[in-house]
């Protein structure tokens, strides 16, 4: 059984940077392929990025926050990590870690789910 837990959402204003954090346990998780999800208020939950297992490097964005945002990993602490740049009102939503075998972009191939934590850009 894989756990996710995130952490470090907040209220920042428009161009701000924020940090988000995903705390993974269970075994295996080190070569699970990690992505982040967000939900806005009506909207269906949408891919923002994802980052490949240990084996393989290999990441991928949606086209709305590419070059905003960067996920890493960091397998010694079995932490993820989602550092976002330059945020706009847009990306104000509920942001979720997920596992799932394989990086892919839907979010049904992902097995596992953190709780979710607020991000809040105001302008």
């Known amino acids: 059984q894989v756990q996710l837990v995130e952490s470090g959402g907040g209220l920042v204003q428009a161009g701000a940077s924020l940090t988000l954090s995903c705390a993974a346990s269970?075994?295996?998780?080190?070569?699970?392929?990690m992505g982040w999800f967000r939900q806005a208020p009506g909207k269906e939950r949408e891919f923002v990025g994802g980052?490949?297992?240990?084996?393989?490097?290999?990441?991928d964005y949606a086209d709305s926050v590419k070059g905003r945002f960067i996920i890493s990993r960091d397998n010694a602490k079995n932490m993820v990590y989602l550092q976002m740049n330059s945020l706009n009102p847009e990306d104000t939503a509920v942001y979720y870690c997920?596992?799932?075998?394989?990086?892919?972009?839907?979010?049904?191939?992902?097995?596992?789910w953190g709780q979710g934590t607020q991000v809040t850009v105001s302008s």
């Open positions: 997920a596992a799932a075998p394989r990086l892919r972009l839907r979010s049904y191939d992902y097995d596992y």
């Open positions: 269970g075994r295996g998780v080190s070569t699970m392929a």
């Open positions: 980052i490949a297992g240990v084996l393989l490097a290999q990441s």
